[in-house]
């Protein structure tokens, strides 16, 4: 058995989502998900075991990955062999071209048995597009005629669809900095987290160290050649932290933007922090933003948790190895149990 550690991005927009679910998605036309799409390209390798892909992070329909993480165990099917990691690239990209799937490999590793590309993740870094209206060409106009649920569509630009959200002005930059600013350190983020289910049997630790939360000028599609240049100024927001919580990024940014359009105060802000509750969250009225403009960006791992034993190959290929493949395969799985266990007892 040896464990690979795959590295990919995709376009978010036609998966529903990275991990495999049980529910249809009614609003896509494909609804395959990451970890489907790259299970299916590793059963070209003809592997002994079932190839089962463990992601770093989860990631929503519609939310795009620059550079995310999955881990997975194969074992070659002729005697002391393995597969070449370059091998395992090209063969992943090659399914993913001839199915038409926005999602490429970007490296393979092979790490060692006890590396779980999630618990050993150091921090994980989020970006979040926004393109803020300079004038609202459709100010004017009533509800009558032009209704809200059309306006995004109407002003975004052709080549950004579904890569970025467009705000409308006014939008204090200003106040989005000071407002991102007040996540920055250990805080309870109950309040900027999805409900949990009543029957969760392990619900996560919401207290979490953000490392940034800031807001930068960022750049359109093609730039200066940008048609809507004159009437769009983008931004980036960038939130980097070891774990975040299942809509965590997407109401932060909601709330920000909420305190720069002057619908939201600094103090209710610092008010949901200091009162970690969905009840906060709902009392505020405020929205979480849309998935299309957020990006995982980075998944950042330690060199000395991805560094072989010097005799590893030795081990693999060698025929008086003292375990076989099989033993090697529980012996990796129940480490990675054991460090997921003991992640969940450190975190609370």
């Given at each position: 058995m040896v464990r690979y550690l795959l590295l990919f991005s995709y376009v978010g927009t036609r998966f529903s989502g990275s991990q495999r679910q049980a529910a249809y998605d009614v609003k896509r036309i494909i609804v395959s998900t990451v970890q489907d799409v790259i299970e299916e390209g590793l059963?070209?390798?003809?592997?002994?075991?079932?190839?089962?892909?463990?992601?770093?992070?989860?990631?929503?329909?519609?939310?795009?990955?620059?550079?995310?993480?999955?881990?997975?165990?194969?074992?070659?099917?002729?005697?002391?062999?393995?597969?070449?990691?370059?091998?395992?690239?090209?063969?992943?990209?090659?399914?993913?071209?001839?199915?038409?799937?926005?999602?490429?490999?970007?490296?393979?590793?092979?790490?060692?048995?006890?590396?779980?590309?999630?618990?050993?993740?150091?921090?994980?870094?989020?970006?979040?597009?926004?393109?803020?209206?300079?004038?609202?060409?459709?100010?004017?106009l009533s509800k009558d005629v032009v209704p809200p649920y059309t306006r995004k569509a109407s002003q975004t630009p052709l080549f950004e669809t579904d890569r970025l959200a467009v705000v409308s002005p006014p939008f204090d930059i200003d106040a989005a900095k000071k407002a991102c600013s007040l996540f920055l350190g250990t805080h309870n983020f109950t309040s900027f987290m999805k409900k949990p289910a009543a029957d969760e049997l392990f619900p996560r630790n919401p207290v979490r160290f953000m490392q940034v939360a800031d807001l930068s000028p960022g750049t359109g599609f093609l730039g200066e050649h940008n048609p809507f240049k004159s009437n769009l100024e983008y931004w980036d927001f960038t939130f980097r932290s070891s774990g975040f919580l299942q809509r965590q990024v997407r109401r932060m940014v909601g709330t920000v933007i909420a305190v720069?359009?002057?619908?939201?105060?600094?103090?209710?802000?610092?008010?949901?922090?200091?009162?970690?509750?969905?009840?906060?969250?709902?009392?505020?009225?405020?929205?979480?933003?849309?998935?299309?403009?957020?990006?995982?960006?980075?998944?950042?791992?330690?060199?000395?948790?991805?560094?072989?034993?010097?005799?590893?190959?030795?081990?693999?290929?060698?025929?008086?190895?003292?375990?076989?493949?099989?033993?090697?395969?529980?012996?990796?799985?129940?480490?990675?149990?054991?460090?997921?266990?003991?992640?969940?007892?450190?975190?609370?």
């Open positions: 059963l070209k390798l003809r592997s002994r075991t079932q190839p089962r892909v463990f992601l770093a992070s989860r990631t929503d329909a519609g939310v795009h990955a620059l550079c995310s993480a999955g881990h997975v165990d194969l074992v070659h099917f002729a005697d002391n062999k393995y597969y070449h990691q370059d091998a395992v690239t090209y063969i992943l990209n090659k399914h993913c071209e001839d199915n038409d799937h926005a999602l490429r490999i970007l490296r393979t590793l092979i790490v060692p048995d006890s590396f779980n590309c999630r618990f050993n993740a150091k921090s994980r870094t989020y970006v979040y597009r926004i393109a803020i209206q300079l004038v609202d060409p459709l100010a004017g720069a359009r002057g619908k939201l105060t600094l103090d209710q802000v610092q008010y949901m922090l200091d009162n970690p509750s969905h009840d906060s969250w709902m009392k505020m009225n405020v929205g979480h933003s849309e998935a299309d403009g957020l990006y995982l960006k980075d998944i950042e791992y330690d060199e000395k948790d991805l560094q072989l034993p010097s005799d590893y190959f030795d081990v693999i290929l060698n025929d008086r190895c003292s375990y076989t493949y099989k033993q090697r395969w529980v012996y990796g799985n129940l480490l990675n149990a054991l460090s997921g266990r003991m992640e969940q007892l450190k975190t609370g």
